[in-house]
């Protein structure tokens, strides 16, 4: 038996004392509204109405129920009008993930602007590689992530392709620092310091193909991600890093004023430097600098309203805080193996 519905077949019955009302207020024939009625009778062992010919008249049992019936009436209507807010990813728990570079600048943006829409939702954030994002994925353990291209997007859906140039992290002494922008060919010499392979093994060849490109063979890589460590692997190991521009502006908030990257991207010593000190300078790379590629992923076909919200303030966040413009990029962005790479 379906309870609401003969509920609400009592309740109008009750409301217009008068079966043939109820029908039209219902929207059916009087025969199968009478039928529900006396089956709901049957299932509760309870006389709800008293009919004549002429009238119907509620029982005084009737009258008992009829505000329960009505109470839980507008709990149905509560729980199908909540369920249709889970449907359309108004309200629930969305899980999510950002790769571990991204300035704070990008990920306070983004979660203002997602919370800006979806304030009633709840947001679970990881930090994750694109590696682990796109397993998570694959399992349904993610609802939706942002990765770095190129990787694996068979059986994803993807928000806009946003490219961050890259520029070269090096000393504020050595030669490159002088000039405006450094070809890639002038880094021989210096080791090269990437994120580890295993965290998106495609970027990572993608990245090594680029320099090998520019004329720039490293003799060997360096692995690293924390800025802390990147800078220090640069100051003290004759290391080069690839990196976007807002990675010059990430600084420990007790760093000394000229220890900072506005007073060092002139490539001149600041002011209280002392002479010969090293300091870690940003440049452009000249030509056609390598990039980073990023974009939101979810599984295809389970994008509703707040993955959507989700992809939307991310790419916002990447444009407005990270510098991110709009990609298309010449070659596919699916993962392809490493000798496929040319040069």
Known sequence: MDLVRHLECFVAVAEESHFGRAAARLGMAQPPLSQRIQRLERELGVRLFERTSRQVTITA???????????????SESFLAAARRVRDGEKGLLRAALPPDLPGETVAALLDGFRRRHADLELELHELSTTEQLTRLAAHELDIGVVHHPCDVTGLELGPVLRRELGV???ADA???????VPLRSLSGYDLILFPRESAPALYDD?????????YTPASVRHGQGTSFVRGLVLSARAVALAPRDTARRDPPDAPRSARPDAAESGRPGPGRHPGSADVVWRPVAGDPPAWRHSAAWPEGRGDAAVQAFADAAAHALRTTAGAVPDVPARPLHLRPASEFWL
């Open 169 to 171: 992290l090096l000393p």
């Open 61 to 75: 049992a009737g009258r008992l129920l009829l505000a329960e019936a009505r109470e839980l009436l507008a709990r």
């Open 207 to 215: 990245l090594l193909t680029a320099c090998a490109r520019g004329g």
């Open 175 to 181: 030669p490159q620092a002088r000039l405006d922008a």
